[in-house]
């Protein structure tokens, strides 16, 4: 059984870092840009018989906007709809109702979180965006 907690004391910081580093999105990530980026955001941990199998967090002000990000399951607990619990933790939970927008980028999900109720932006032409340059050479790197 899998068990989801918003307690940010039980993440393992390490293991949350070794999966962000080897993702397509921030190969390479620094553990000190982690550590700050969970603790400005509010993170959700997945955890089996106690052992971390499972991250995502929510950049948000609790009010009016949410960006779920570093959505992550680990290898072994994939393709038992893990990545979907998480964001639907975010979706239903309580401190999250009334949110107007909640956003999320994947290269690869679509799928996964349209069952969610995510779609393709509406209006994409309203949308920008400022990157450094060492994202904007990342980006265009990653197919």
């Known amino acids: 059984m899998i068990e989801l907690d918003d307690d940010r004391t039980r993440l393992d910081v390490a293991c949350v870092h070794g999966w962000l580093a080897g993702s397509y999105w921030s190969p390479g990530i620094a553990r000190d840009l982690v550590e ?9 941990g997945a955890y089996r018989d106690g052992t971390q199998v499972g991250f995502a967090r929510a950049i948000t002000d609790h009010a009016t906007f949410a960006w779920i990000a570093d959505v992550w399951v680990d290898e072994a607990a994939r393709g038992q709809g893990l990545g979907r ?21 994947t290269a690869d ?18 949308y920008m965006e400022k990157l450094s340059a060492a994202a904007a050479a990342m980006l265009r790197a990653v197919p």
Request: proline share 4%; net charge positive.
């Open 36 to 44: 700050r980026a969970i603790a400005g955001s509010h993170c959700l």
């Open 85 to 105: 619990q998480l964001v639907g933790w975010f979706v239903d939970h309580p401190r999250f109702a009334g949110i107007r927008r909640i956003g999320l980028v």
């Open 109 to 126: 999900a679509h799928g996964v979180y349209e069952k969610l109720g995510f779609h393709a932006l509406l209006r994409p032409d309203r």
